[in-house]
């Protein structure tokens, strides 16, 4: 689970689109220009460009 206050505060750091989480996949997806996903490790987005992988 990911805290949804959280999640709403979230942007995504390479496009500053926005971004939704994917509880199946365990990630966070950029809805924006870029369609970067990030991976969820324990519950906490790691909204780092390195660690984003395109979708
Ligand atoms: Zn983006």
């Known amino acids: ?5 959280l999640l709403s505060l979230l942007i995504c750091p390479n ?6 989480y994917r509880e ?3 990630v966070v997806a950029c809805t924006g220009k870029c ?4 991976p969820v490790v324990k519950g906490i ?3 780092l ?7």
């Open 1 to 5: 689970m990911v805290d949804q206050e």
């Open 15 to 20: 496009c500053r689109g926005e971004v939704e």
């Open 24 to 26: 199946e996949q365990q």
């Open 35 to 38: 369609r970067y996903v990030y």
């Open 45 to 47: 987005p790691h909204m």
């Open 49 to 55: 460009v390195a660690e984003a992988t395109k979708s």
